[in-house]
């Protein structure tokens, strides 16, 4: 049973535009949502996280959007760079050093 | 940067010997986890730890073990090497710096044959 669904596998957007990446989870006791971006030949890095205080988080060009009730969080990233070019995963997990269940991944490619 | 530093970087072993995968720290971390990498599966928990001889299975524990000594050093071993554990592992240590999150080292190559 996957814990954490992550849309869409793949992504491929125009400089300049929005990339959207979609997480679903079912377990509600989760209550800490982070993003990770990993570059080829690298570990995975914390990139925004989120707690369901609340519903939005920004920071700098990358949000949050967290809806609790529908059980679904989402990264936007404005204003897409090359740069962003990458994996991104979706994590979730409950508070308290419990292991942070990970959705498949999203590999998003910035074209020119 | 929590100085994480997984070795070896790469291995190429053959099937039914055992490996041993090592994760290194340098700041003292409770929690400890080692994850594999596998396209499309997303990044699946084998075993983590939580102190000093304290440790627990994940989702994929089965043909793992883990071992730990001192706070410092997260051993994961393949007792008897298959290639279906032919695979990209990373180790990661959960620390608070401003926000909680994990900081994953560089990841052991690992390929079966």
């Known amino acids: 049973q996957q814990q954490v669904k992550q849309s869409p596998q793949s992504l491929i957007v125009q400089k300049g535009g929005i990339s959207i990446i979609n997480c679903a989870y079912e377990?509600?006791?989760?209550?800490?949502f982070p993003w990770y971006q990993q570059f080829p030949g690298k570990g995975p890095a914390l990139l925004i996280a989120?707690?369901?205080?609340?519903s939005e988080k920004k920071e700098g060009r990358f949000t949050i959007s967290f809806n609790k009730s529908a059980k679904q969080f989402s990264l936007h990233i404005m204003d897409s760079q090359p740069g962003d070019s990458a994996t991104y995963f979706c994590?979730?997990?409950?508070?308290?050093?419990?292991?942070?269940?990970f959705g498949k991944g999203t590999r998003l490619s910035v074209i020119a | 940067d929590a100085g994480i530093t997984q070795s070896p970087r790469h291995k190429v072993t053959e099937t039914g010997t055992p490996v041993t995968l090592r994760c290194h720290q340098t700041?003292?971390?409770?929690?400890m986890y080692w994850y594999r990498q596998d396209p499309g599966h997303g990044l699946r928990l084998i075993h983590y730890?939580?102190?000093?001889?304290?440790?627990d299975k994940g989702e994929v524990s089965d043909g793992y073990s883990v071992s730990r000594s001192k706070t410092e050093d997260f051993l994961l071993t393949l007792e008897s090497a298959t290639s279906s554990q032919t695979s990209v592992y990373f180790c990661?240590?959960?620390?608070?710096?401003?926000?909680?999150?994990?900081?994953f080292g560089s990841g052991t190559r690992l390929t079966v044959v």
């Open positions: 990661a240590i959960s620390e608070f710096r401003e926000v909680y999150g994990y900081t």
């Open positions: 377990n509600t006791a989760f209550d800490y």
């Open positions: 989120i707690r369901p205080d609340v």
């Open positions: 994590a979730a997990s409950i508070t308290g050093n419990t292991p942070l269940v």
């Open positions: 700041e003292n971390h409770r929690y």
């Open positions: 730890s939580y102190g000093v001889k304290d440790t």
